[in-house]
């Protein structure tokens, strides 16, 4: 069974300081990752994908992967207020047609 | 506001009706997706379409019925649903269906069954 996993949080952390949100799985197959925030009532929005192993960034938003250890994270940095939202982790898998596997969420919360 | 249109936003009905959610998108993508998705829940895929036919069907009841006349439009008909029906129904879309392509939301469309 593929799975991954996140800390379904709450995770507090104050305004102006770095958020790390992590993800495993458990799938070696696995060769894209996918970082989406979902508002309280809203729909997903994509905000990061990585492929390759290292770091990504966009903005105040870098993405890392470890292929060989099996997780990806997402840091913010400054975090913000408006940054609070669920943060969902999303893997595909090569051959499955495009389907992605979903971690359960973070639950991020910036505090002013 | 999101490329992927979805309608209507809201919809209540009861167990015995028949309704069809909608989903557009002008960006020209040959895959589109249907999720459901339950509270504090991650989306849960239903349908997969490429290039306008059914490639994956994620063993989901006859009551939910998709349709892809195009390749900007997808619907999903329901029909005898059930109250555990109620839920956010996500359109998505990407360029082509694969394990590397980023796939865009749309708004959704919050069912609710009487």
């Known amino acids: 069974q593929k799975e991954v996993e996140q800390n379904s949080g709450p995770l507090s952390v104050p305004e102006g300081a770095i958020a790390s949100l992590n993800c495993t799985y458990s799938?070696?197959?696995?060769?894209?990752f996918f970082w989406y925030r979902q508002y309280s009532g809203k729909s997903p929005e994509l905000i990061m994908f990585?492929?390759?192993?290292g770091d990504k960034e966009d903005g105040r938003f870098t993405a890392q992967l470890n292929k060989a250890s099996q997780y990806v994270s997402l840091l913010i940095r400054d975090s913000q207020p408006s940054d609070s939202a669920t943060y969902l982790c999303?893997?595909?898998?090569?051959?499955?047609?495009?389907?992605?596997?979903f971690g359960q969420g973070t639950e991020l919360s910036v505090k002013p | 506001d999101t490329e992927v249109t979805q309608t209507p936003k809201h919809l209540v009905m009861g167990m015995t009706n028949k309704k069809s959610l909608k989903c557009e998108q002008h960006?020209?993508?040959?895959?589109m997706y249907w999720y459901k998705q339950k509270a504090k829940k991650p989306p849960e895929l239903m349908f997969v379409?490429?290039?306008?036919?059914?490639?994956i069907n994620e063993s989901v009841p006859s009551r939910f019925s998709p349709e892809c006349p195009n390749s900007s439009l997808l619907n999903l008909h329901l029909h005898a649903l059930q109250p555990e029906d109620s839920a956010l129904y996500l359109c998505a879309s990407s360029q082509k269906s694969g394990e590397d392509q980023p796939q865009h939301f749309g708004d959704g469309t919050r069912l609710s069954i009487l």
């Open positions: 799938d070696r197959g696995s060769q894209s």
């Open positions: 990585i492929y390759s192993n």
């Open positions: 960006m020209g993508h040959r895959a």
């Open positions: 999303a893997v595909g898998t090569y051959n499955q047609g495009g389907k992605l596997i």
């Open positions: 379409y490429s290039y306008e036919k059914l490639s």
